[in-house]
């Protein structure tokens, strides 16, 4: 039940796969081919199976997870802040401002200059007020 912990990481600009349907040996085999690394709160999952990459979790607050995950990885910068989609995980490609008239709130359009989408789900992002205190709470845990 690592979903809140998923989102942030890609707000954090993280390449992460996450599904709470991916079974254990799912989860082995995406570790494996794809080299990325297993997060997990299972010790179980990590000992049985020959994980070869992975961060054990210690905490199951998020911002503590968050923090092990920088320290771990050693991350001190972060440079794809809100880059990937929340949903999808894919990259996030601009679009001009014209296309998104009448898909997004007027008022949105109205204020913004720069709009992102994306390319799986066509969802529409805009810099919105939380966008600082996002990056805010990102960087005290860096
Ligand atoms: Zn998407």
Redesign the pocket.
């Known amino acids: 039940m690592l979903g809140r912990l998923a989102k942030w990481l890609r707000i954090a600009g993280f390449d992460v796969v996450y599904s709470n349907r991916f079974t254990d040996d799912e989860l082995v085999t995406l570790s494996h081919t794809e080299g990325r690394i297993l997060l997990s709160r299972d010790t179980r999952l990590l000992i049985r199976k020959s994980v070869r990459k992975f961060i054990f979790l210690e905490s199951d607050r998020v911002q503590d997870q968050i923090r092990q995950i920088l320290r771990t990885t050693r991350t001190e910068r972060l440079s794809g802040v809100l880059t990937r ?1 929340l ?2 995980n ?1 990259v996030l490609l601009v679009v001009p401002r014209d296309q998104v008239q009448g898909s997004v709130p007027p008022y949105v359009f109205e204020t913004q200059s720069t709009f992102k989408c ?1 390319p ?4 529409i992002y805009w810099a919105g007020t939380h966008r600082q205190a996002v990056i805010r709470t990102l960087k005290q845990l860096l």
């Open positions: 989609c949903a999808c894919d994306c799986r789900c066509h969802k």
